[in-house]
């Protein structure tokens, strides 16, 4: 059964930094497109950030954009989330997903709670 497995979440203090991992396992995540979304309490799911298998890179959610990074290392078959200057309008659940034509998988989220 393929799968995705996120990392890296936690509490952090406003203005900390974390990153979150995402693993890829029984498929090969080089010819899908990656992404990253999160789901506060009470909000719907949303998209942070995305990358290409051609590397190419989007950050949809204005107020990330400058703090949070998206990348991918097809060796390790992992994609990241490098998340700095965290706010807490930042906490929620972020979720991993792979996307290639019509298959799609997710992961099952990590918490990220950003509170002092």
């Known amino acids: 059964q393929v799968q995705l497995v996120e990392s890296g979440g936690g509490l952090v203090q406003p203005g900390g930094s974390l990153r979150l991992s995402c693993v890829a396992s029984r498929f090969i995540i080089s010819s899908y497109t990656m992404s990253w979304y999160r789901q506060a309490p009470g909000r719907e799911r949303e998209l942070v950030a995305s990358?290409?298998?051609?590397?190419?890179?989007?950050i949809n959610v204005d107020s990330v954009k400058g703090r949070f990074t998206i990348s991918r290392d097809n060796a390790k078959n992992t994609v990241y989330l490098q998340m700095n200057s965290l706010k807490p309008e930042d906490t929620a659940v972020y979720y991993c997903n792979a996307v290639k034509r019509e298959t799609s998988v997710w992961g099952q989220g990590t918490q990220v709670t950003v509170s002092s």
């Open positions: 990358i290409t298998n051609a590397g190419g890179n989007i």
